[in-house]
Structures are given as C-alpha cells and as structure tokens.
C-alpha cells in the first residue's frame, strides 16, 4: 500500500532515554500510589507526551495488541500560526525499551484547519504517512500489532470506510516488553509539539463497539488489560511536570475500554 514519509514528526518512547539527538527523553515519574481498580493495581505515572494506559511485562513475551477509537474531531477554531498536533494509537514496546512498533491515526490543527490522517512506525525508523487512506473524524478505527515469526504486522482497519492498510517487517533490537494504548502530543526539531485541543478520545469497544479491543497477548495470555498485572495510567503534563495535558479516565467495565480528555496545549 502507498506511504509517504512523515517528515516532521518523531514518536517518543515514554520511559526511556533516546538515542537520536533530535528530541529530548520524554519523562515519565511514577507517583507515591497506586489504585485498586477492578480488583488490579493501576500504578499512575506522568509523561510529558503520553497519556492512556501501557502493559508492562518480561522481554519477549508481548505477541499482540488492539485497540479501536472513533477519530476524534478538533475542538474550537485551529490557529493560523501555529501548527498543533494530536496522535491516537496502539502499539507494542516503547514504555521501557528504545524501539517502538506502532499504527495510528492523528487530528491535528495545520495552517489554521483541521487535518486527519493515518501513520505507522517501526521506531527509531521515520513514520509513514498511510496516503492510501481517507481518514475523516468520527471514523471509528480498529488497530492491531502482531508479532510472528520474528516480524511485526501493523494493521489499521477503518471500518466507517471498509478500507484498510497493513505493513509487514523485522524489527531489530525490538524487546517486545510492553503494551500500548495511546494518545499523544508528538515530538519534533524543537521537542514536544503543541497538542492539539481533540476533546476526549475513547478507546475500546465500550467507546466504539467494536469487540475484543483493548485486548493484548501477552505470554500466550489473550486478555483485555485487567487480564494482566503490570497495568500503568498515564497522564500527560507540561514539561515543568506542574500541569496536565490530557488525563485518562479509569478503565471500563472489565477493562473493555478507558477514555483520554484534552486538559491544555502545552508545552
């Protein structure tokens, strides 16, 4: 399927130092407590790009991750001078390892409009920009990463449409050590860019009704998160660590979805 590449933004691990020079580390603190949520303990933590939820587990033992979201719709009147930018995806590694491999759709704010697309990502590699599809808010999306046979397949089904794209490759050094559902404010020459006012993203088939999302494969175990133990919530802050950015809710009934809501811009 047709791709181009996706110059001007980077996705960034959460928990983890970079290795490229063109972006900061994105910080992630784990805070004094923890929630008893659904009878799982739910560690928070903040990022100053990430916000949704990660799966944290031995290397080698994450196999498959979905999720589904309707594309969230920009809220208020974009900007004219000033680019922002929002990235909803799902994806496996990323949380405590230097590779990522992810699929997504963005809705961001370009040259005073609105502008919704799809991308994946084999990170450290540039993102692609997925030009075989039409993406379109409210377009409820179903996204999967699956390992096999020692490559990554990325697909990304919009089912308002029927169209669909996926992308099939190896991944060197990849540690297959976490699970992610995310919305992000993604990272360019200067840093963490201006996130984009969605309003409140919702993944999982709660939000969506599309079943067997927020689901993972971890250790030959399909489950949706509260299947596993090592379950984090993420809340995107600033950079001083003093404010929030985006705040996930807490997990649905039996873990079958959570929402994300746009709190501020940034930085």
Same mark, same amino acid.
Request: charge should be neutral; hydrophobic fraction near 35%; charged fraction near 10%.
């Given at each position: =399927?047709?791709?181009?590449?996706?110059?001007?933004?980077?996705?960034?691990?959460?928990? *983890?130092?970079? /290795?490229?020079?063109?972006?900061?580390?994105? /910080?992630?603190?784990?805070?004094?407590?923890?929630?008893?949520?659904?009878?799982? $303990?739910?560690?928070?933590?903040?990022?100053?790009?990430?916000?949704?939820?990660?799966? @944290?587990?031995?290397?080698?033992?994450?196999?498959?991750?979905?999720?589904? #979201?309707? *594309?969230?719709?920009? %809220?208020?009147?974009?900007?004219?001078?000033?680019?922002?930018?929002?990235?909803?995806?799902?994806?496996?590694?990323?949380?405590? @390892?230097?590779?990522?491999?992810?699929?997504?759709?963005?809705?961001?704010?370009?040259?005073?409009?609105? %502008?919704?697309?799809? #991308?994946?990502?084999?990170?450290?590699?540039? $993102?692609?920009?997925?030009? %075989?599809?039409? &993406? $379109?808010?409210?377009?409820? &999306?179903?996204?999967?990463?699956?390992?096999?046979?020692? %490559?990554?397949?990325?697909?990304?089904?919009?089912?308002?449409?029927?169209?669909?794209? +996926?992308?099939?490759?190896?991944?060197?050094?990849?540690?297959?050590?976490?699970?992610?559902?995310?919305?992000?404010?993604?990272?360019?020459?200067?840093? *963490? /860019?201006?996130?984009?006012?969605?309003?409140?993203?919702?993944?999982?088939?709660?939000?969506?009704?599309?079943?067997?999302?927020?689901?993972?494969?971890?250790?030959?175990?399909?489950?949706?998160?509260?299947?596993?133990?090592?379950?984090?919530?993420?809340? =995107?802050?600033?950079?001083?660590?003093? +404010?929030?950015?985006?705040?996930?809710?807490?997990?649905?009934?039996?873990?079958?979805?959570?929402?994300?809501?746009? *709190? @501020?811009?940034?930085?």
């Amino acid at each position: =399927m047709e791709s181009t590449a996706h110059v001007h933004l980077v996705w960034l691990p959460v928990a *983890v130092l970079l /290795l490229s020079a063109l972006a900061p580390p994105a /910080l992630a603190v784990a805070s004094s407590s923890t929630v008893t949520e659904l009878l799982h $303990s739910v560690t928070n933590i903040s990022s100053t790009n990430w916000a949704g939820f990660a799966v @944290s587990s031995a290397k080698n033992t994450v196999t498959d991750v979905r999720s589904s #979201w309707a *594309v969230p719709a920009i %809220s208020g009147t974009c900007p004219l001078l000033t680019n922002q930018y929002s990235s909803f995806w799902v994806g496996i590694d990323g949380y405590s @390892s230097t590779t990522v491999e992810q699929i997504g759709t963005d809705s961001d704010c370009s040259g005073g409009s609105p %502008s919704y697309y799809a #991308w994946y990502e084999y990170f450290p590699n540039p $993102s692609r920009t997925i030009t %075989s599809l039409t &993406i $379109s808010s409210g377009d409820k &999306i179903y996204a999967e990463v699956n390992y096999t046979g020692g %490559s990554f397949l990325l697909t990304l089904k919009d089912t308002t449409t029927g169209k669909s794209f +996926s992308a099939n490759r190896t991944l060197p050094g990849a540690l297959r050590s976490s699970a992610e559902w995310i919305a992000e404010a993604p990272s360019g020459l200067t840093g *963490v /860019l201006p996130l984009a006012d969605f309003g409140t993203v919702g993944f999982g088939h709660v939000n969506t009704g599309i079943n067997h999302t927020c689901v993972a494969t971890i250790s030959g175990v399909t489950g949706p998160l509260t299947k596993f133990s090592s379950i984090h919530r993420i809340t =995107m802050v600033n950079v001083l660590g003093t +404010s929030t950015k985006a705040q996930p809710s807490t997990l649905g009934p039996y873990g079958a979805g959570f929402t994300v809501k746009w *709190v @501020s811009t940034g930085p």
